[in-house]
Every structure is written in structure tokens, then in C-alpha cells.
T-cell receptor, first 117, second 112 residues
């Protein structure tokens, strides 16, 4: 079946511009996660959506970052007034259900590689 | 605070040799532990996970990992490495509150 898809696969932008990154989770998965992977770093948790509950935004690094999930499916991560330090791979993952214990297996998309010039 | 440490940034092994990737975690309760692999240009794929029970966990592609509570470790092993195993490997802990904490990763190089 179809996995998690992300678009675009690559994005080059100029400092100060806004960007939108899209994630299509696996059909039927109610939980969706965004991570940032900087060069040589592990995955940094950004935000988590679970069904219709309020998202856990505790990982967003600044108020320039926001995300929404429409209809419980597709999610968009928006970065406003991009900075060079925002350059990274942005990974989306989904899981069948969310879990406060963190035990759910997450299925990852291929990521969007963002380069801010 | 919860954390995951992968002490080796990169490792090089010969094809056919055995492999062990180290992972240490810090978490107050019994953790949920995962190993993921990321091939170039690909997303992360789950290799195996530990929740409870038998501390030796078998995964896909011939990998296994052993949970050692006394050492706070969850090392990944494979008895014979194949060239296709060259990738980056991430250890992670499900630390509650929806978050999964990932290590910085270990890049595996396989030489012929």
C-alpha cells in the first residue's frame, strides 16, 4: 500500500521567504508527526497531531514555525521568514494511533530537503 | 531528562563481518526502544522494537538488539554484514507524552 508521501522532495528558497511543506500520511493513520533532521544531528521533534485533539507543539523552535492538519489527514508545515539555520531535512511520520507512552511504530516519509540561501 | 546517546558517529566494517552499534538511553521508567535505518534519500524504516518481555529482540534484515537495563543500553547487532546494510542507523526511545527521542545516528560504511 501507499506509504507516507511528502512534497516537495527538495526546496530551495531565499532567506526571508515563507515555505510550505506537505505531508500525506498513510490512509487510516490518526497520528502524524513532524521532525527536523539537521546535518549530523538526530531527529528533532517538532509537532504531533492526534485525531481531533489539540496538537502538541512543544517542539516547534520558534513562532515562525506552524503546522496544521486538515480533515485529519494531510498536514502542512509552514516556515515563515526562513533563516539559513532552517536548512534541514523535514521528515513526516504517521502511526495508526497515537500513544502517550511513545510505543507506536511510526512510518516515515522520504522527507523534504530545505535549503535556505 | 530523557536522552539517547549513540557514541559512534560512523563505523566501517568489512562485508561478512559482524556488527554492533551502540545505544545508551536515559529514562526513568521502562523505556520503549526502537532502532530505525535510513538509507540514502529514504525515510526511516523500523528495524525492531522492544516494549517488554524477552530482552533479545529480533528484527528485519537479520538484525537483533538486546535490552540491558543494568547498562541502560540497547545495542544493535548483525552477525554478517552485507553491502546493502550501508546506511544510517538511529536508536530511539519512546519517552511518553507522544514524543520519541532519537539519537544522533551512526553511519555504517561497508567495505568489500
Amino acid at each position: 500500500g501507499a506509504g507516507v508521501s511528502q512534497s516537495p522532495s527538495n526546496k530551495v528558497t531565499e532567506k526571508g521567504k515563507d515555505v510550505e511543506l506537505r505531508c500525506d500520511p498513510i490512509s487510516g493513520h490518526t497520528a502524524l508527526y513532524w521532525y527536523r533532521q539537521s546535518l549530523g544531528q538526530g531527529l528533532e521533534f517538532l509537532i504531533y497531531f492526534q485525531g481531533n485533539s489539540a496538537p502538541d507543539k512543544s517542539g516547534l523552535p520558534s513562532d515562525r514555525f506552524s503546522a496544521e492538519r486538515t480533515g485529519g489527514s494531510v498536514s502542512t508545515l509552514t516556515i515563515q521568514r526562513t533563516q539559513q539555520e532552517d536548512s534541514a531535512v523535514y521528515l513526516c511520520a504517521s502511526s495508526l494511533v497515537g500513544s502517550r507512552t511513545g510505543r507506536e511504530t511510526q512510518y516515515f516519509g522520504p522527507g523534504t530537503r530545505l535549503l535556505v540561501l | 531528562a530523557q536522552s539517547v546517546t549513540q557514541p559512534d558517529i560512523h563505523i566501517t566494517v568489512s562485508e561478512g563481518a559482524s556488527l554492533e552499534l551502540r545505544c545508551n538511553y536515559s529514562y526513568g521508567a521502562t523505556p520503549y526502544l526502537f532502532w530505525y535505518v535510513q538509507s540514502p534519500g529514504q525515510g526511516l524504516q523500523l528495524l525492531l522494537k522492544y516494549f517488554s518481555g524477552d530482552t533479545l529482540v529480533q528484527g528485519i534484515k537479520g538484525f537483533e538488539a538486546e535490552f540491558k537495563r543494568s547498562q541502560s543500553s540497547f545495542n544493535l547487532r548483525k552477525p554478517s554484514v552485507h553491502w546493502s546494510d550501508a546506511a544510517e542507523y538511529f536508536c530511539a526511545v519512546g519517552a511518553g507524552g507522544f514524543k520519541t527521542i532519537f539519537g544522533a545516528g551512526t553511519r555504517l560504511f561497508v567495505k568489500a
